[in-house]
């Protein structure tokens, strides 16, 4: 029975890791403003001013936004201005972010017939679970009753 | 009668054997053969009769024929083919050159036999008699020289017999495929040409390259096209006959001028009984020419021959509900880089220009296809309109002339809308700005702007208390795992763990102790635990005398050992004697005392 309870015990703990872990994951809302930055790049890109609309992107970029959106536009517009590397690695990075969109899974020339790939915080995720519940499982079993032989 | 038999047998066999064996000697003996043929013995002036003559050498070597003057035939058009073959084991090339020749007078013509030395080998053919009578203005056969001279495309040329002398128009015996193909034992062989050596801008030249083998070849040959700077090259499927392949590149000139096309090169690996090879096809100069000037003003640089219409999905709508109007450019030119039309804006419209889509494909040396436009013209007006005449001008080369095409204009009439209805209407698919900016048309869709925009944190791996996490159950695991040790270690050392818990435990009972008639004895009692615990051994009945040298011996002072004899004394006093020679509270006192000072002291 104790070792039962504990078992759940360390179950719950590990579930309570993840989802305590996963809240670091949270993306956060950004200003209005860098929305319309984001917009404005696109409008730039749809009238053909690709060097515009990568200076744009960039500057979101540098202000730390991480959105696999705006590094997959600015793949696209690098790869119509004629920066192949930066588009390259644009596409890349959009891809660590967001590698089940087909969209970006394409630009990034990545198979799409493979295992759905993970993203870095969901393999990070994975592994903390794993982590908690091998915990659990080794506490458990060293709680194990053990069971006397019966001597012939 | 059965020796004689026997001896006939054998000598039979015998010639029979010989019989063979110089069979196949003459036969080794002439490798090269050389014979005429020609198509029909009796024509008339209005005809032609093709004589064909078939050289056929062991090695793939053959020598340039020129064929001599004929008297009374004019040799009007040649042609050449090869087969190679291999029949047990012995490899033969037989080549085929074929005369049109023309008579310029009645009678008994004759051809007469031609002699060739090859290797010191005299061929001769037969003298050939052709029958001339005068014609009646019309031929009464055709030329046997559009097809193969071996007679089909089972001939084994590597081209195929069609597309061999649909390229090799002009005279066979300058070609300089065949003189290097045959001029020496190669076994891969590569030519380019082009159909055409001087062009307009955008005119396309179909530059083809023939590859042939000898069907010996190890592994798959690899074909490197040239760079062809200064050209928009569309590549077409290659075919394959026999041993060889043809690979056609259609080139639309981008610049004006004398452009070279580089050389194209087939290489392979070789094999365990060949050496690798590597061809090369000779340079081609290209004269460009400049479109002419007059190009009229919606001219946006098409060449070719093209066609257009347009066709609207409705000619009655409302405002704000859009009219798709397909716009359609058909014909031959260079549609991967066909220029868009000219639109013209309209205050009456909000207009949207979808992606184009382009189909083509090569016909005939030509580039066909159907560009199709659909535009989104959505109307912010109600009344009758006209989406005005879309006008679209190329260049055609044939005549080297400009011609404007136009589509009709469109009347159309639209009613009030609703504008709760009406006020966002947007094109379905693929429009993207409104046409009073340039619009990309073949870029790739981005991702659309979102109302809020969010940014992902640090991942994981780089924020400390994610790794802080993983401390939780890897510490219980490991705080569960030092218990455990420690446990086994003082179950497997009883005397260490009572020793090591006799002064705590002492100390805790010193502390807890109540204080009353009794408190004497019991601090007596807890000490004598405490000695007992630390010396692992019973000190019942022990006179204190002994008690005190067993401490001295685990280098307890003998102040500290008085000490320890005394306070047992006066707990024995007041157990035994029912009398208290100190108070409980110094007893308590001298109790920690004591016990801290052995404590300290103790040694084992």
Redesign the interface.
């Known amino acids: 029975m104790k070792t039962v309870l504990i078992a759940i015990a360390m179950i719950l703990l590990a579930g309570a890791l993840v989802i305590g872990a996963m809240q670091l994951t949270a993306p956060t809302t950004l200003p209005n403003a860098d929305a319309q930055t984001f917009a404005r790049a696109n409008q730039m890109y749809e009238k053909g001013q690709y060097a515009a609309a990568v200076n744009l992107y960039q500057q979101l970029l540098a202000q730390g936004v991480e959105n696999a959106d705006v590094y997959y536009n600015l793949g696209r517009a690098a790869q119509a201005a004629g920066d192949a590397k930066l588009a390259e690695g644009a596409f890349a990075q959009a891809y660590t972010l967001a590698p089940r969109d087909e969209q970006i899974a394409q630009a990034a020339h990545a198979s799409s017939g493979m295992i759905p790939a993970l993203t870095q915080n969901e393999i990070a995720l994975a592994a903390l679970g794993f982590v908690a519940l091998l915990s659990a499982l080794v506490l458990t079993m060293r709680r194990r009753p053990v069971q006397a032989h019966p001597v012939i | 009668m059965n020796k004689f038999y026997r001896i006939a047998l054998l000598a039979v066999a015998l010639l029979g054997v010989s019989g063979l064996w110089f069979t196949s000697k003459a036969h080794a003996q002439s490798p090269y053969g050389l014979q005429a043929q020609i198509d029909a013995d009796t024509i008339t002036t209005d005809d032609t009769v093709t004589l064909t003559l078939t050289l056929t050498s062991p090695d793939g070597r053959a020598p340039k024929l020129n064929l001599p003057a004929l008297d009374g035939f004019n040799v009007i058009n040649t042609q050449t083919a090869s087969q190679y073959s291999i029949v047990n084991g012995q490899t033969s090339t037989s080549m085929a050159y074929a005369y049109e020749l023309q008579p310029t007078q009645t009678g008994d013509l004759v051809i007469p036999a031609l002699h060739l030395n090859m290797n010191g080998q005299d061929l001769t053919t037969e003298a050939l008699t052709v029958h001339v009578t005068q014609g009646n203005g019309t031929p009464t056969k055709k030329s046997n020289l559009q097809t193969n001279p071996f007679g089909g495309s089972a001939f084994g040329s590597p081209f195929g017999g069609s597309a061999f002398n649909s390229v090799f128009g002009n005279d066979p015996f300058s070609d300089p495929f065949f003189q290097d193909a045959f001029g020496r034992t190669a076994s891969l062989d590569i030519q380019a040409v082009t159909n055409k050596q001087s062009v307009y801008v955008g005119e396309p030249v179909e530059y083809t390259v023939r590859v042939a083998g000898d069907g010996t070849l190890l592994g798959e040959p690899v074909y490197e096209k040239p760079q062809f700077k200064g050209f928009w090259a569309h590549e077409t499927d290659s075919q394959r006959g026999g041993s060889g392949a043809e690979i056609t590149t259609l080139l639309f000139p981008t610049q004006a001028g004398n452009l070279t096309i580089d050389p194209a090169t087939i290489r392979t690996d070789g094999g365990f009984f060949s050496e690798p090879i590597e061809k090369q096809t000779e340079s081609l100069a290209i004269q460009v020419k400049p479109l002419p000037q007059g190009a009229p003003a919606e001219f946006n640089g098409a060449v070719g021959k093209f066609e257009l219409t347009a066709t609207p999905d409705k000619t009655a709508t409302r405002v704000g509900e859009p009219i798709v109007v397909k716009y359609q450019i058909r014909g031959t030119g260079n549609f991967d880089t066909l220029p868009d039309p000219k639109w013209q804006n309209d205050t009456n419209w909000r207009a949207y220009d979808a992606k184009a889509k382009n189909e083509s494909s090569v016909q005939f040396g030509q580039l066909s296809g159907i560009k199709t436009f659909e535009r989104t013209l959505i109307p912010t007006k109600e009344g009758n309109f006209t989406i005005p005449a879309v006008r679209y001008a190329y260049f055609d080369p044939s005549d080297a002339q400009y011609h404007t095409l136009e589509a009709q204009a469109i009347q159309v009439n639209v009613a009030p809308g609703d504008p709760a209805q009406t006020q966002n209407v947007a094109p379905a698919t693929n429009a ?2 409104p046409n009073n ?4 048309t073949n ?15 640090k ?3 780089a ?1 400390p ?2 790794w802080a ?2 401390l ?3 510490g ?2 490991g705080i ?1 795992l030092a218990f ?1 040790l420690r446990k086994r270690y003082l179950d497997n050392n009883a005397a260490e763990r009572r020793a090591s818990r006799a002064y705590q435990s002492a100390m805790k009972k010193v502390r807890r102790i109540k204080r009353d008639d009794t408190t004497n004895m019991q601090i007596a009692r807890i000490v004598l635990s405490y000695l007992e615990d630390r010396m692992n051994r019973s000190l019942l009945g022990v006179p204190h005398s002994s008690i005190a040298q067993l401490l001295m011996a685990h280098q307890v002072s003998s102040d500290a050992a008085v000490q320890v004899t005394e306070l047992l004394r006066n707990g024995e006093v007041t157990e035994f004697g029912k009398l208290r020679l100190v108070s409980a509270q110094d007893m308590v006192t001298n109790a920690t005392e004591v016990l801290t000072r052995v404590e300290e002291e103790w040694a084992e």
């Open positions: 993207s700005a900016a340039p619009v990309v870029a790739p869709a981005l991702k659309i702007a979102p109302a809020q925009l969010t940014s992902a944190p991942p994981l791996s924020q208390l994610f996490m993983f939780v159950p890897l219980l695991v569960d455990g």
